[in-house]
């Protein structure tokens, strides 16, 4: 078996080719994900950042998004930017008429909780998991997590809200690791496919 896992990014809508760029720095085989047949053969799934109600009934539209809730219910390996954290967790506290979501984390999620396109910002934060200097996110229309369950660990929060939640096999940030060209989120992710890789083999 290979090293180098294979990696799907959700390419629905969003900063799809900035994951798949980051994805690639990590010594991962990247590859856009629109149908459900193309979910086979994948070690893990990034569901990028932009709309996340857009994302949502694109998935339900091109019958994506119940086979994808299965592989995540499954335990692939799953890593939700922006959107992507608002999509993995388990209840949104202020959803839009008709969205849904993959679950995967038990959090509960506030959409734009940041603030309008207009108030973006960048933040230096410490996640836990990756080493060095502090991670630069870039916060755009940006969720927090107002609560998470027992299982889930907070990797990181900004004054005072929670930005970063692993569960399992389950990774979600706030920000975009993926515009600022450090590439060690995607290797922490990258890291947990080789794990579950590991695991699924002995």
């Known amino acids: 078996m290979s090293d180098t896992p294979v990696i799907g990014v959700l390419a629905l809508q969003g900063d799809v080719r900035e994951h798949l ?38 998935a339900v539209l091109f ?3 119940d086979p994808l809730r299965a592989r995540v219910r499954d335990g692939m390996p799953v890593y939700g930017t922006c959107a992507g954290m608002i999509l993995l967790a388990d209840k949104i506290l202020d959803p839009r008429s008709g969205q849904e979501t993959i679950g995967g984390i038990d959090m509960i ?63 979600a940030t706030s920000f975009h690791p993926e515009l600022t060209g450090d590439h060690r989120v995607h290797a922490l992710f990258v890291d947990m496919v080789r794990a579950d890789r590991t695991a699924e083999s002995l």
Request: charged share 25%.
């Open 21 to 58: 760029v980051a994805l690639a720095a990590a010594d991962a085989v990247a590859r856009p994900v629109r149908r459900p047949d193309e979910l086979a053969g994948l070690d893990g799934l990034v569901v990028p950042g932009g709309e996340s109600t857009t994302i949502s009934k694109l």
């Open 63 to 65: 019958g994506v998004m």
């Open 109 to 171: 999620v506030r959409r734009n909780a940041f603030g309008r396109q207009n108030e973006s910002f960048e933040a230096a934060l410490d996640v836990k998991g990756v080493a060095g200097d502090p991670v630069e996110g870039v916060f755009i229309r940006a969720p927090w997590v107002e609560s998470v369950g027992a299982d889930a660990e907070v990797l990181a929060e900004h004054d005072g809200h929670i930005v970063a939640v692993r569960q399992g096999n389950a990774l």
